[in-house]
């Protein structure tokens, strides 16, 4: 199993990013996927996920400002984020399962 995730970044409070979480080493059409966050001192945070036929769910907190997607010819799921906040700030993970790629930092700040 590997999971690579980019696009994070340091942006100011409103702003977007576009997370991608590039996968191999399984059947990732068959296979329910998660993202999770991970602010400095906490614990990790569920945030999204979203089913094989496309189902998603969201954490209250982020209902209505971060999307997941996937595309199964690529192998990649995705987590768009829009109207950032300061405590949105934290290593962004894609999760299979118990498995967890390496993270990507964002940082909202003013």
């Known amino acids: 199993v590997k999971l690579v995730e980019s696009g994070g970044g340091e942006v100011q409070p409103g702003e977007s990013l576009r997370l991608s979480c590039e996968t191999s080493?399984?059947?990732?059409?068959?296979?329910?996927m998660r993202w999770v966050r991970q602010a400095s001192g906490l614990g990790p945070q569920w945030l999204a996920a979203i089913d094989v036929d496309g189902t998603t769910d969201y954490l209250n907190d982020v209902k209505g400002r971060f999307f997941i997607s996937r595309d199964n010819k690529k192998n990649t799921l995705y987590l768009q984020l829009n109207d950032l906040k300061t405590e949105d700030t934290a290593i962004y993970y894609c999760a299979k399962g118990s498995d967890r790629g390496q993270g990507t930092q964002v940082t909202v700040s003013s």
């Open positions: 080493g399984f059947d990732f059409a068959n296979t329910y």
